[in-house]
């Protein structure tokens, strides 16, 4: 079972993210921040990332610069999910190793496609 | 609505279209042809049919159109682009390589995500095809999704449904929540209105064909024709792609004339 760590500091999203994630039969954890997933990461690294921007503590454009930066750090695949929805932040996401991006709103759909198109999903 | 209208509504669907209205969408009728009667100011259905039946070609076509069903995403199903991309794209550069030039055709192209993904994957492998000269027709029935194809224009929904970021970012531009499509990759396509069980195909010769979640709607009989008039409109060697659901035996093909390279994502090896 592969692993997706969900970083969103609203429980809303991280219950409907979860939700999502386990019907496509991933194995989701959750963290509220940045530094709350770094610190995860170090004990374990998930398989995929869903990461949203706007976060207190540590948002997660630092988090994915220093997760890219650690010992397995280039490993897990990165999805952006953050109401962000400029071409600046998603270049400087794909630039600092993001590998797809959602701008919310999205629906389960989205993440299915999305997952599928980073190879997480057969 | 009574049996007689929609017998009359399907009939008339079916006739122009090839769409076959099964019992268990008989509400779909309904659902999409009052507010046509509403806007027209009819009498309902039965008002609908007695316009119709005057005839009324304007509003049979708008008839027919609103019967469609014109779901779509970039890169749908993935694996046919990829397909198209690693095997048949070699192939075809290797084929070609004295005329340099392939003729695409994205048949019931809907608005637009099918003939667009083409073209990027195409501009994708620019270097390859370097001096070559490509088209790329699309066609659809209906003439609203023709025109929301030209304009290339696109939600943050639909760009979200199956575009990599990569290419989102390098081939539109953001207009407020909307997303422009470079103006050089819509250029690369050229769209026509055309009914592919009553008209000839928009060309000959074609090298790819897409004809993807179009068969669906047909019965077997319409399903047939139009395998055989694809198969007529394209190259000895050239490659079709049908949707999963539009999977057909490759014996009405062979019948009319051999194509080797059906792919199908529903069975893969063969048709
Ligand atoms: C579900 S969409 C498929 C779009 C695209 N090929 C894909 O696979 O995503 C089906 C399209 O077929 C078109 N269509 C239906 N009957 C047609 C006909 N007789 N001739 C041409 N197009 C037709 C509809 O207008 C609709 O846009």
């Not at chain 2, 509003?59 to 991309?85: H, I, K, Q, S, Y």
């Not at chain 2, 979200?160 to 819509?186: N, S």
């Amino acid at each position: 079972m592969k692993s997706c760590l969900v970083v969103d500091d609203s429980r809303v999203v991280r219950m409907v993210a979860r939700r999502v994630l386990q019907d496509l039969a991933f194995d989701v954890y959750e963290a509220t921040n940045g530094q709350e997933a770094l610190i995860s990461c170090l004990s374990r690294m998930p398989d995929v990332v869903l990461l949203d921007w706007n976060m207190p503590v540590m948002n997660g454009i630092d988090f994915l610069r220093a997760l890219r930066s650690l010992p397995g750090g280039d490993e897990p695949v990165v999805v952006f999910c953050t109401t962000e929805s400029d071409v600046a932040h998603i270049q400087q996401a794909i630039d600092l190793g993001a590998n797809e991006y959602i701008m919310k709103p999205f629906d389960s759909e989205i993440i299915e496609l999305k997952f599928t198109q980073v190879g997480l999903l057969g | 609505m009574t049996p007689t209208e929609l017998e009359f509504l399907s009939d008339l669907v079916r006739r122009r279209s090839g769409i076959v209205i099964t019992r268990d969408k008989e509400y779909l009728l309904e659902n999409r042809l009052s507010p046509i009667a509403t806007q027209r100011k009819l009498a309902g259905l039965a008002g609908l049919v007695t316009a119709l039946r005057r005839p009324d070609e304007a509003l049979a076509r708008e008839v027919v159109e609103a019967m469609t069903t014109n779901e779509t995403l970039f890169f749908r199903d993935g694996r046919p682009f990829e397909m198209l991309r690693t095997e048949v794209l070699p192939m075809l550069l290797k084929e070609r390589a004295a005329s340099r030039g392939l003729r695409i055709w994205s048949a019931a192209c809907s608005t637009g995500q099918e003939p667009y993904s083409i073209a990027m994957l195409l501009r994708e492998e620019a270097v390859r095809l370097a001096g070559w000269r490509v088209s790329i027709v699309a066609t659809d029935i209906t003439r609203s999704v023709l025109t929301k194809a030209r304009a290339g224009v696109y939600s943050q929904f639909e760009v979200q449904r199956g575009l990599p970021i990569t290419l989102l970012v390098k081939y539109f531009k953001q207009v407020g929540t909307q997303w422009e499509l470079d103006p050089a990759l819509r250029a690369m396509v050229e769209f026509r209105e055309h009914n592919i069980i009553q008209e000839a195909a928009p060309g000959a010769g074609f090298d790819i064909v897409f004809c993807r979640n179009l068969l669906i709607y047909f019965d077997q009989d319409q399903k047939r024709r139009v395998l055989n008039n694809l198969a007529a409109s394209m190259a000895e060697d050239a490659v079709l792609f049908l949707g999963a659901l539009g999977a057909y035996s490759a014996s009405p093909i062979a019948s009319n004339r051999s194509l080797k390279n059906v792919a199908s994502i529903a069975v893969p090896a063969g048709l």
